[in-house]
């Protein structure tokens, strides 16, 4: 399968641990994207990598978040400090600038609960 | 500040019927718009992108148009199936760029045997 990949598909840890949660995208794609989404919402963007370059962060990324993209390849996202409003499913996405129309396409996602 | 809104926030339907989910948006500067099924606990599967050049694209069953100066998309599904049952949503670039997607809710989609 040659989709984008997240890991782990579920973690639930205990308020004010940190975690940290991977992303595969599919491996010609040079744009890589972080959204996250709550029940019943849609999803909402978080952070965009070009290559290796973090190009946009939303304000909805606080100093407690930080994600990384090393060679532009896979991509982590760490939350430190987790409180329990982070619970969310945290959603990865690529697309292919070369491709022109910019369609992006999203991995399982990883469920993120904080007990 | 772009705002997707999906119309209706739910629809039940018996096998067989043909159906339309909406979809507006506020800012209509857009550089094209995604249609997304997303099943319970799962991601997003990426189902049809209208560019904004585009008034109609079809895959299968499915048929979006794009009305860009209204603001408004639909989209079509023929000969609805049990298996067409889940959350339907739309999305835009939003903020001047062609890759921070602004969502809607979405559509929960229930289509019965």
């Known amino acids: 399968d040659t989709g984008v990949s997240q890991d782990p598909r579920h973690k639930i840890t205990k308020r004010g641990q940190n975690v940290t949660f991977r992303c595969d995208p599919i491996?010609?794609?040079?744009?890589l994207y972080w959204y996250r989404q709550t029940l019943g919402q849609g999803p909402e963007f978080l952070t965009y990598?070009?290559?290796?370059?973090?190009?946009?962060k939303s304000r909805l990324l606080s100093d407690r978040f930080s994600a990384e993209r090393p060679k532009g390849s896979f991509s982590t996202l760490e939350i430190q400090r987790t409180e329990q409003g982070d619970s969310a499913m945290y959603l990865c996405?690529?697309?292919?600038?070369?491709?022109?129309?910019?369609?992006?396409?999203f991995g399982p996602g990883t469920r993120l609960t904080v007990l | 500040k772009q705002e997707v809104t999906q119309i209706p926030a739910a629809l039940s339907v018996p096998e067989g019927e043909n159906l339309v989910l909406n979809c507006s948006f506020t800012?209509?500067?857009?550089?094209?718009l995604q249609w997304f099924r997303q099943d319970p606990g799962k991601g997003l599967t990426s189902l049809l992108l209208?560019?904004?050049?585009?008034r109609e694209q079809t895959s299968g069953r499915l048929n979006a148009s794009l009305d860009k100066s209204s603001g408004r998309s639909t989209l079509y599904i023929a000969a609805s199936q049990p298996g067409d049952s889940a959350t339907y949503l739309c999305?835009?670039?939003?903020?001047?760029?062609?890759?921070?997607?602004?969502f809607g809710k979405g559509t929960l989609l229930t289509v019965n045997p």
């Open positions: 491996s010609e794609h040079n744009r």
């Open positions: 800012d209509s500067a857009i550089y094209n």
């Open positions: 999305a835009v670039p939003s903020g001047g760029s062609n890759y921070k997607l602004t």
């Open positions: 996405a690529s697309s292919s600038r070369l491709a022109g129309l910019n369609e992006q396409f």
């Open positions: 990598f070009q290559n290796e370059a973090q190009l946009e």
């Open positions: 209208i560019q904004s050049s585009q």
